[in-house]
């Protein structure tokens, strides 16, 4: 993957590796006209920061190469089958890795690790007879060695993204070594003098002798690095013994001691692919931290039967050695559409607005923690629905199957960590057939340790008496109509919404709660009478779109319109193949005053205008064409077609807070834009 053959020339955005030593010294990549939409949108969140003191898993990612059709595309690509992850809560740092020199983590990756509290890293690497040239030019002098240190933490301030894996595969003379140290030392406090909670990770190739030789442990030969950063990710070809004596060498930093595990299998403890798990319960036993590196084996081998349901089951595994490791809602506003950054079609508000494959990471929601234990009700089926029309983005949960009408089905959604201190009020949309209701299960613990149990079920029929007894509370939740509706005619989700007040309780667990509307009793003869429930299956079909949690009487409030600044930038027009004018521009928005930090995504509509619109009456919703969706302040729009007759293009950006609810079109910002030539 290039650079652009000319990163100043306006284009449609991508992200790109830097190649060369000089392009890094010389900072060029920041006059590059890509280098703002590389910027990530989502920062680390503040309980993210600390580095937990326990053992931890580093993902490495290390697909076909990097920078591919999946990911290259800032502003998203129409890929629906894209190579993503969404088990974000079984791992702690996530490495965006090529075999580029500087590979710069796309914003994608960085929003959707972000949103989950998972830190993001790029990659340094030198390797083979270029790399060795590399070195003789970055180890030069202990002054060129700090350069290129700060060079590199530049990037990872500007861009956004937590810090760098180390990977200096290429032997080096010994006179090299004290400033290869300095070089490390100096990034890794560079890097965190500017980058909180930042992690500079080594690779375990060349040795303090100047050999490139994998030690495959933490050993003598290549602890002075290790002392230098935050970590030490070892090779691949570890032997049983050596996580547990890596980590007696480690001393009070055996969590920083990353053991590698190449999904791919390649001389790798365990053998990898489907038996990962045995190189993970080695390293859960002897308490250090993991590097699993490939997981895209899965996508890339085309694994039975379909890359969703085979990702999931690998990753299933993975939980199963190591158990959950990260924990959410634990901060409110709390809000889901369940997004995956990929799907068939778009909607806004149950309203499918487009009806084509696209892929975009940054539009991931927060991903559920789904159940991974075999169900005793094997005939219902919790999965991510790409098919039927969400409420907002790609996707739903959907519970599918046969169930007794007299039965209900639990299922795990998320795992939190999240203290009430004052009442929180709870939305959700849902969806069903005539019969299937969903409500939700929540579980709360107190200082005593002990389990509260509420259900939150809509406002119909309740289940029958010993199918709810064993709940602590039961509320009630109202349908409410949403005033969005009128503007997404045909959708036909349901909000529900009630409040609970748990002060001094963590809420640690959701669920899903399915039932049918009547659960019947009916009586039979037997030898004697008796009342017995019957046991006839039904079909089962409800879906999930949306869950929000917030403080109680606190919502999101929209600045008005000419709050903002917009502009319109690198304007080109052109004619297509079909004799129709065409518009490129870059747009960007900004707050007069203030911070947008509440905001945290924007949807993208044009008008096309044909005559005079500041006499024409018109409602912005009913003649807006959605264009797409960015978290950023900025979006490059290549090529639009402006039919014959239109004077005017207005630009209209929706503002979306991070409680899931969007300003209405009608008060949002806009950029106008006349036709050239009308």
Known sequence: MAAPSDPMKPSVPISYPINDLETLMSRAYFDS???????????????????PPRRRILVCHDFKGGYTDDDKWVQGGTNA???????????????????????????????AAHTHGVKVLGTFITEWEKGREICNTLLATTESARTYAE????????????????????????????????FVGHLTQTVHNVVSGSLVIWYDSVTVDGYLDYQNQLNEKNKPFFDMCDGIFCNYSWKENYPKDSGTVAGDRRFDVYMGID????????????NTVVSLDVLKNDDVSAAI????????????????TAQNRWWCLVEKSWEVLQSYPNILPFYSNFDQGHGNHYSVGGFRLVDSSWNNMSCQGFQPVLDCKESSQSSM?????FEDASYIGGGSITCKGSLNINDIFLTRLFLGQLTLEQSVSLNYYAKSDGNSLMGLKLS?????????????????????????NQYDRIILAQKSADPRHDLFLGSDWVQYESSIMMNGYTLTEVGLFCYFKKPVEVNTSLSYKTTARITVESAYNASLGLIRLQISGQSIEFPSANSWITQGENISWSSNNKGLRTVSLKINWKLKEGTSQAFVAYNIYVQKVSND?????????STAEFLATTKAGIYYISALEVPSGVTNLIFVIQVCAGDGTSQDLDNSPRYQLAVEGQ
Request: charged share 15%; glycine share 8%; no cysteine.
């Open 263 to 274: 999904v791919w299998g390649r001389g790798t403890y365990g053998g990898g692919q489907w």
């Open 613 to 621: 619109i500041n006499k024409r009456d018109y409602r912005t919703a």
């Open 81 to 111: 089958d894209a190579y993503a992850i969404w088990h974000w809560h079984l791992m702690d740092v996530f490495v965006y890795f090529s075999h580029y020199l500087v590979t710069l983590p796309p914003p994608g990756w960085i929003n």
């Open 293 to 308: 590196f490939g997981p895209g084996w899965v996508y890339e081998t085309q694994q039975l039967p379909d890359f969703q």
């Open 381 to 385: 089926l919790v999965f991510n629905n």
């Open 33 to 51: 006209f890509h280098y703002p939409f590389n910027i990530s949108s989502v920062p680390l969140p503040a309980a993210a920061v600390v580095t």
């Open 151 to 182: 060079r590199l933490a530049e990037l990872a301030d500007m861009l956004g993204f937590d810090g760098w894996l180390l990977n200096m595969e290429v032997s080096l003379h010994p006179q090299q070594i004290p400033i290869l140290k300095e």
């Open 444 to 468: 709360f613990s107190s200082n005593l340790n002990r389990i509260t149990q509420v259900l939150l079920l809509p406002e119909a029929e309740l289940p029958m008496g010993q199918l709810t």
